[in-house]
């Protein structure tokens, strides 16, 4: 019964949703532009890696710098969180929270124009260890929540056999908590590759940046642009791939 | 031989409010020794504190010689005590086997091989055989339960510890659970447990003591002189109570 009137507004705000895309589509398709898309080819290759190539390769080896650096980070902050020492506890929580409430973009900002100043930081050392840490802080509270996941019984049981702790992370609150964040850490680094874009606000081209060079030299900039996101889907779609893939095969040996 | 010692065990989790009074009580080994007392009388902590699950605020607990305070070997005495929970606790990512034999293996050092033998001949002397591949969820409480203690049961501990095995455990499925518990008994395994179950009590213990409010009301081995003429009237109380 109280499920109607919710039905009733989701069927008209559907309906208003597409009308507006019926009327309005015919003008994706008048607007005076002559689209070229065999400009493309070039800027993955000529003589050479072309820029968008040349972008897609540093995105990726970014982006898996940081995914890498990110976890080890993430896995020590959550250790840092979880301590009994309350000082550590307390500035690990202050920490995460800093990075995970203020914008990426300002932190790139303070890292490069700050601290990259005061200690002398090349743009990509700035721009990784600014992206790293933003990933670690959301990989922190993942571990977190999977490690806390696990049974306090199943510990006390371990605990009781004889299992020292770091046998009882090892081998009972991993294996039980790597299940439980995957879905969770996939989601991060199909965001970590997105976010790796704000990388050329501080000069480092990477896809985004390469992006606005392309649009600049062949003021295609339509063409470009969807071309550019396609590749950032291509990627993430990847890293979908693997994942399901992996899930597949360990599913297959458990079964 | 004596197994366990405590000495004028004392443990608080709150300031001003005692869980453990001063318990004094000895195990020795080969005895059956059947804790009683109503909930929140110290019964289950005082257990946890002889695994070194819960550390004690004074006293001691002496397990084969060694002061539990003192030892940072604890790990490895924990090994030589058999310990039961009331909600089983089996590894819910690893199967029977492998719940059985991990412990066995990473802990005592022996080949998986070898460890997976030992734990098919256990399940199949307890009717369990054919459960070996399944994982805890797809087992009903007492199968679950009685895991649990198979578990315990392939390091050959000097002591088994139950508190409260058939708490968790709807009746029908008690009896599969109490009898495995018995035929431990009858093994002559020293065994120190903690139950509700009366007339299992009765029957399996060589020793009765009796708790209430952190402390030991009654420590005896007079089994049926314990039931029929209760030595307090507190106890007589409960155990009306527990019998109706």
Known sequence: ?255 | MQIFETKEVRLSFVRGHEVLRGVDLVVNRGEVVVILGPSGSGKSVLLRCLNGLECIDSGKIIFEGTDLNDTRRMAALRRKIGFVFQDFNLFSHLNVLENITLARVLLDRISPAQAQEEARKLLAKFGLAEKERAKPRELSGGQKQRIAILRELIGNPDIMIFDEPTSSLDPTMVTEVLGLIEEITREKRTTLLVTHEIRFARRVASRIIFMDQGQVVANTTDIEGFFNRPPTDGIADFLSHIHR
């Open chain 1, 1 to 255: 019964m109280h499920k109607k009137p919710y039905n009733f507004l989701r069927s008209i705000l559907t309906g208003v949703i597409f009308l507006g895309l019926l009327v309005y589509s015919p003008r994706f398709f008048q607007i005076d532009y002559n689209w070229d898309f065999s400009i493309l080819p070039g800027y993955f290759w000529h003589e050479g890696p072309g820029l968008l190539l040349k972008g897609l390769g540093n995105t990726l080896w970014i982006s898996v710098v940081a995914i890498l650096l990110g976890i080890a980070i993430g896995l020590a902050l959550t250790f840092g969180r979880m301590s009994r020492d309350k000082i550590l506890s307390a500035l690990t929580t202050g920490l995460i929270e800093f990075i995970r409430g203020t914008p990426l973009l300002v932190q790139l900002y303070i890292a490069y124009f700050f601290i990259g100043t005061v200690l002398h930081l090349q743009p990509i050392t700035a721009g990784i260890a600014s992206l790293a840490l933003f990933a670690a802080c959301y990989f922190a509270e993942i571990f977190r929540a999977g490690i806390g996941g696990v049974a306090a019984g199943e510990i006390l049981a371990a605990r009781a056999l004889g299992f020292k702790e770091r046998q009882i992370y090892r081998y009972i609150i991993f294996p039980q908590a790597l299940q439980r964040v995957l879905p969770a850490m996939l989601g991060q680094f199909t965001s970590i590759v997105k976010d790796s874009s704000l990388l050329s606000v501080i000069a480092i081209t990477e896809l985004a940046k390469a992006g606005r060079e392309a649009v600049l030299d062949s003021f295609k900039s339509f063409e470009i642009w969807f071309t550019v996101a396609l590749i950032y889907l291509m990627l993430n779609l990847f890293f979908f791939g693997v994942f399901y893939l992996c899930r597949f095969l360990r599913q297959k040996k458990s079964a």
